[in-house]
């Protein structure tokens, strides 16, 4: 079982000026949600552990977690209110993101209020703004240091500087995660914010000194990396009619974790053992997976029958 870890939040698109104000689109969202949906539609069984609000988009956040097939076993409510964030789509379908939740549920779950595990978890997923925040930074972030030796423990920064603008914070959060973590995915533009001095593949081999197993950094529209101790593999991504982009690194990274999982894969040991031609599958079928969501409005994640 995995069990992601972060925020869930809705996203507010802005979709037209009406005479007396704005026609908004709330849709669910968080990169941590998207992830966990992106588990259950994949095949794979997942639990959500947040913070997640009493309020009406709270109730709605849980609904789609539930009707996804996603456990909500791990999450703990709060009167505090739900994460709003206003989503932006530009002419090349990149989005841009104004987050509104000082004070919101996802970042107030502190380490008094963490859930027990289940037993049956594997691998717990972590990634995002509230890996920055306190008091869930610090409650998740002493999570991933007492189960690693346990659990396969996967991280995706997600850098999302209009929510922590200190770039230092962040560079500090990912060494500390880097130190901690088995897998660490990461988009280019996240490595270019965190390191605009060193080449993903300087990036990958700090990691992997660092004691991480495997390193996949992807490129967009140029295609995927993968680092392990064995090697490096590359793949390119798909061609596709792109509506926009909202959810894609979340759906590598759902995909990555699938992949992981189908080929008994989830422990250091068979990280370790992944040869280049098994990194090269693992890439291309994240790029499948991304291509998908791509090609859909919002981060419409794939389902395991479309993924080939």
Not at 29 to 52: D, E, I, M, T
Not at 111 to 131: D, K
Not at 263 to 270: K, N
């Amino acid at each position: 079982m995995f069990v992601v870890c972060g925020e869930a939040l809705m996203d507010v698109y802005v979709r037209d000026s009406t005479p007396t104000g704005l026609l908004l689109d709330a849709r669910v969202g968080g990169s941590p949600f998207n992830v966990a949906v992106g588990l259950a539609r994949l095949g794979q069984p997942v639990q959500f552990l947040a913070g997640l609000s009493q309020d009406v988009p709270g109730e709605r956040l849980m609904q789609s977690l539930r009707d996804e097939g996603v456990g909500t076993a791990l999450v703990v409510r709060s009167p505090a209110p739900t994460t709003l964030s206003v989503v932006t789509v530009g002419h090349t379908g990149v989005p841009s993101y104004a987050f509104h939740g000082h004070g919101a549920a996802d970042r107030m779950l502190d380490a008094a209020a963490l859930p027990a595990l289940p037993a049956e978890a594997r691998v717990l997923q972590f990634g995002s703004y509230t890996m920055v925040v306190d008091p869930v930074g610090r409650a998740l972030r002493g999570l991933a240091a007492r189960e690693r030796e346990r659990r396969l423990v996967t991280y995706d920064p997600n850098v999302r500087l209009n929510v922590e603008p200190d770039i230092g914070r962040w560079r500090a959060v990912v060494q500390e995660m880097a130190a901690l973590a088995h897998v660490v995915k990461v988009s280019d533009e996240d490595l270019g914010l965190l390191y605009p001095d060193e080449s993903p593949a300087q990036a990958a081999t700090r990691w992997l000194d660092a004691g991480v197993r495997l390193v996949v950094v992807t490129r967009g529209a140029a295609g995927s990396e993968a680092w392990n101790r064995h090697g490096h593999a590359t793949a390119q991504s798909l061609l596709v009619d792109v509506v926009d982009t909202v959810g894609a690194g979340d759906t590598f990274q759902a995909a990555l974790l699938a992949w992981l999982a189908e080929h008994d894969a989830l422990s250091a040991e068979r990280l370790d053992a992944l040869d280049v031609q098994q990194m090269a599958a693992l890439l291309r079928f994240g790029a499948r997976a991304a291509s998908i969501t791509c090609a859909r409005r919002g981060a419409d994640m794939p389902r395991r029958g479309e993924v080939s």
